[in-house]
């Protein structure tokens, strides 16, 4: 499966942003759909992770309650929506695609393919 991250930019702090990701190729066996963050000298984070079929999302602590995940199952992207955007979020945002039904969605390890990333940069 190939997957296209796109949507990131420069924003001012409390500014929003939708980031989407398109995959295409083997997208019949997809699971769940999960965004990560990583910014300079910090290890890939979870943000935000949405099961395939039935659409319930998971959404990391740090960002509850701004950052928001979507699907839209005929197009075969996942969107992850970022409001009241802090400084501290400015870092490479990537999505993934799980093939592995039952596994820890917040875990990197539990995801087979990887967009290329987009980078957010939220200015003070």
């Known amino acids: 499966v190939q997957l296209q991250a796109s949507g990131g930019g420069l924003v001012q702090a409390g500014g929003s942003l939708r980031l989407s990701c398109a995959a295409s190729?083997?997208?019949?066996?997809?699971?769940?759909m999960g965004w990560f963050r990583q910014s300079p000298g910090k290890e890939r984070e979870f943000v935000a992770a949405?099961?395939?079929?039935?659409?319930?999302?998971y959404i990391a602590e740090s960002v509850k309650g701004r950052f928001s995940i979507s699907r839209d199952k005929a197009k075969n992207t996942a969107y992850l929506q970022m409001n009241s955007l802090k400084p501290d979020d400015t870092a490479v945002y990537y999505c993934?695609?799980?093939?592995?039904?039952?596994?820890?969605?917040?875990?990197?390890?539990?995801?087979?393919?990887w967009g290329q990333g987009t980078l957010v940069t939220v200015s003070s």
């Open positions: 993934a695609q799980n093939r592995q039904p039952g596994t820890d969605y917040e875990a990197h390890v539990a995801y087979d393919s």
């Open positions: 190729g083997r997208t019949f066996s997809t699971y769940a």
């Open positions: 949405i099961a395939w079929v039935g659409g319930k999302s």
